[in-house]
């Protein structure tokens, strides 16, 4: 099966400071890729749709200068989480999107990041 | 508008119970669900689409588009089936329901 990776699984960072979380597809091409946030105990939150080579997608009420996205290559994409405040510790989860002979596309998850503001 | 609901946060029951997930969904066109799982302190993971028909780990769930719903059974529950469940809608994105915790005591 599809496999994604998130580097670093856990950070601890100072508030006011930017923090980069890395998401991989390993074993295939992803020219889609999601970020979520999940609070604990509640569900996933979509924050934006990544596209390979261009700008990406931003749900309502996201703010996409706080939260860049860059999806430079077909198996990267990045998130960084500029100028950190305490508010925006959570466990952030990116998803690549599979064309598959079933359904039209499936998702993979990857295993999370949880980032720590102080 | 597009939407999942899944009114239970928390469903208890022993081993050997049945069990049933509960999702409704709202969509105008022709939905396509999914099921996804997640253990503890591991990745969500993909347990069943419906359009496969499919029965993965003694669970099913069938589409009824008239109750426009995506129930998840399972006729004997396990200890190991204690999780997070939770019903998505695919619309180019997947939308998620706000989840239901299974517990399964022994």
């Known amino acids: 099966g599809a496999v994604v990776s998130q580097h670093p699984s856990w950070v601890i960072c100072k508030s006011g400071t930017s923090v980069k979380i890395e998401c991989r597809s390993l074993?295939?091409?992803?020219?889609?890729m999601f970020w979520y946030r999940q609070f604990p105990k509640q569900s996933l939150m979509l924050m934006a749709t990544?596209?390979?080579?261009?700008?990406?997608?931003?749900e309502q009420g996201v703010e996409k200068d706080k939260f860049l996205i860059n999806h430079a290559s077909l198996t990267l994409s990045t998130l960084t989480v500029t100028s950190a405040h305490p508010e925006d510790s959570s466990f952030y989860i990116c998803?690549?999107?599979?064309?598959?002979?079933?359904?039209?596309?499936?998702?993979?998850f990857g295993p999370g990041t949880r980032l720590t503001v102080t | 508008a597009q939407r999942v609901t899944q009114p239970e946060k928390l469903l208890s029951v022993f081993k050997g119970a049945p069990v049933e997930l509960k999702c409704n969904y709202s969509?105008?066109?022709?939905?396509?669900l999914f099921w996804y799982v997640q253990y503890s302190r591991q990745r969500l993971q993909l347990l069943l689409r419906?359009?496969s028909r499919e029965s993965i780990k003694g669970f099913t769930a069938d589409l009824n588009k008239g109750e426009t719903s995506f129930h998840l059974k399972k006729p004997f529950a396990q200890e190991e089936d204690s999780a997070m469940y939770y019903c998505?809608?695919?619309?180019?994105?997947?939308?998620f329901g706000q989840g239901t915790t299974l517990q399964v005591k022994p």
């Open positions: 998803s690549a999107r599979v064309p598959t002979r079933a359904t039209l596309y499936e998702q993979y």
């Open positions: 074993d295939f091409q992803a020219t889609t």
């Open positions: 990544s596209n390979e080579g261009s700008k990406a997608t931003y």
């Open positions: 969509y105008s066109g022709s939905p396509e």
């Open positions: 419906h359009i």
């Open positions: 998505a809608l695919s619309t180019g994105k997947l939308i």
